[in-house]
């Protein structure tokens, strides 16, 4: 990304750097992640890439532990557990705002 400065400002990862540029308007924010829709890290097309918000993340990677076999990386399997994952976050939100 840049030649001088710490390591983080130097390099990022490429799911981040991509999803950066692919979504000008939508930029990750600190506690954002970016996962891959068919679990492979390699595929950088831009529809594979998913940004999630740290609580979004935590309860995506809470339910593919639950949900998905271990090394199964069906696509649309990952997608279902990713539209969880984001619902149960915003319950949580809606509920934690609530009461």
Do not use: C, M
């Not at 692919?22 to 970016?34: A, M």
């Not at 390699?42 to 935590?58: F, H, M, Q, T």
């Amino acid at each position: 990304v840049q030649d001088t400065g710490p390591y983080n400002e130097r390099w990022k990862p490429a799911g981040r750097f991509l999803w950066n540029r692919y979504h000008p308007e939508d930029q990750v924010q600190k506690n954002d992640r970016i996962i891959y829709a068919d679990g492979n890290p390699r595929n950088l097309d831009r529809d594979n890439l998913i940004k999630l918000s740290g609580a979004e993340y935590v309860a995506y990677t809470n339910l593919r532990g639950t949900l998905i076999e271990k090394g199964n990386a069906d696509p649309d399997a990952l997608r279902a557990v990713i539209t969880l994952a984001k619902i149960r976050s915003r319950l949580r939100e809606k509920r934690k705002n609530k009461g």
